[in-house]
Structure formats: C-alpha cells, structure tokens
C-alpha cells in the first residue's frame, strides 16, 4: 500500500532555532517528493520538489533532502520566523503530471517568540 | 496575476440540496483536480481531469460529480450533499512539465470551506 508518514505530528520552537521535519515513503511508482507548506485555512504552497536523482534541494530558509535509497526525505527550516507556523506536508507523486499524489498527514509547526 | 480561484469560500447548507463549487484557473493548465481535507486525514483527490472532456475517478469520489467543458474552468458537483461531506475543498491545476523537465508543479486555490447540516 502506498504511504507518506511524517513526523513528528506537531512540533513548538522557539523564534530563530532550527528545526527538521521527517518524511518516510513506501510508494510505487516514485516520481517525485514535494514539500507544502500550508497556512491555516489556505491552500498548500509548493516549497520544493524533488525527483530520485536530486538528494537536495533549497528555497531560501528552507532545504529538503532525499534518500531515494532509504525511501526518506526531509525539510529543515534555518533561523524559524513565526511565519513559518505552518502545516507541512510531504507529498510523493507516482507521475510527472501530477494527478496521482499521495500525501503525508503533515507536521503542524508552532514558532513563538 | 496567475491563480486558481474557488467559490464560494464558505457554505453552510442541508442534507440534499445539491450544489456547485466552481473553479477556475487562468494560467491555461491542462491538468486539474478536486481535493478534500479533512482532519487526521489530510489531503485526498476526489477527482481529477487531464483536459477538457476528460476527467477521471481519484481515490474518493463517491458522491461527486465534475464535468471539464472549458479548460480553465472545473466544477464540483454534489448532488445531494450528506454530513459527512463536510470537509474543507481545494482545487489544484498543472501543467505539463517544461521541456526535459521531469516534474510539473501544481498550484492550489484558496479553499471552500463546506458545512452539510
């Protein structure tokens, strides 16, 4: 059965720390891995996307990693602003176009000050 | 500005009176699909269409209907609403991906947040 399972489920820091998110995949056919992150009540933005060749990936504070080996992936967010309280959510899609996502349950990121 | 707009943003309705929740894209994307999201659940694809006329079943569909007569444009139909199709809703659309690019991206509308009572 095809599965994204992230963690940890929620996540508090404090302003200006860093933090990793975890992403595990048990997906077939594997295409590529994104990263969302998704404001309360707005839609999911893209932060990067990923195919099995690429192992890493930057969008300013933000940089996600990929063990196409290990089937893992991660986000780690540098200096955290509160505008990075967030749902982040992985998504693993099993082709180029995109119509078959599979997505994690995200990870809900509290930053305060 | 390219985007995907949704309407209405919220609803509050009844058991059985159909409605529609439109969708609309301006960025000329072939690709289009339903979503709902529901907590402890996440993100779950309703339907999906690869361009006009051509729409397909995802992993919920049950419920819902969706047609694809214009390109920008992909409706959500419910045709007699039930309690446990309150959800909130998002639509998406892609493109191809650029040439020898192996990924399209997809960008998502804000959001319907729908109340069957």
């Known amino acids: 059965k095809n599965q994204v399972e992230q963690s940890p489920q929620s996540l508090i820091i404090l302003e200006g720390k860093n933090c990793t998110l975890q992403?595990?995949?048990?997906?077939?056919?594997?295409?590529?891995l994104r990263w969302y992150k998704q404001d309360t009540g707005r839609g999911p933005v893209s932060l990067t996307i990923?195919?099995?060749?690429?192992n890493t990936k930057s969008n300013g504070r933000y940089t996600a990693t990929l063990d196409a080996d290990t089937k893992q992936s991660s986000l780690h967010i540098t200096a955290s602003q509160l505008s990075d309280s967030a749902s982040y959510i992985c998504?693993?899609?099993?082709?180029?176009?995109?119509?078959?996502?599979?997505f994690g349950k995200g990870t809900t990121l509290s930053v305060s000050s | 500005e390219a985007q995907v707009t949704q309407n209405p943003r919220y609803l509050i309705t009844v058991t059985g009176k159909k409605l529609t929740v439109t969708c609309s894209q301006n960025?000329?994307?072939?690709?289009m699909s339903w979503y709902r999201q529901d907590p402890g659940l996440g993100l779950r694809q309703i339907y999906y269409?690869?361009?006009?006329?051509?729409?397909d079943k995802g992993d919920v569909p049950e419920g819902y209907k969706v047609s694809r007569k214009e390109k920008r444009n992909f409706p959500l139909i419910l045709e007699s609403p039930s309690p446990n199709q309150t959800s909130l809703y998002f639509c998406?659309?892609?493109?191809?991906?650029?040439?020898?690019?192996?990924?399209?991206?997809?960008?998502f509308g804000p959001g319907t947040r729908l109340t069957v009572l």
């Open positions: 998406a659309s892609s493109s191809p991906g650029l040439a020898g690019s192996s990924y399209n991206e997809q960008f």
């Open positions: 992403c595990n995949y048990t997906v077939s056919p594997f295409s590529n």
């Open positions: 990923m195919t099995f060749s690429e």
């Open positions: 998504v693993v899609s099993l082709n180029q176009a995109g119509t078959a996502l599979i």
């Open positions: 960025m000329n994307h072939e690709y």
């Open positions: 269409s690869m361009n006009v006329e051509v729409t």
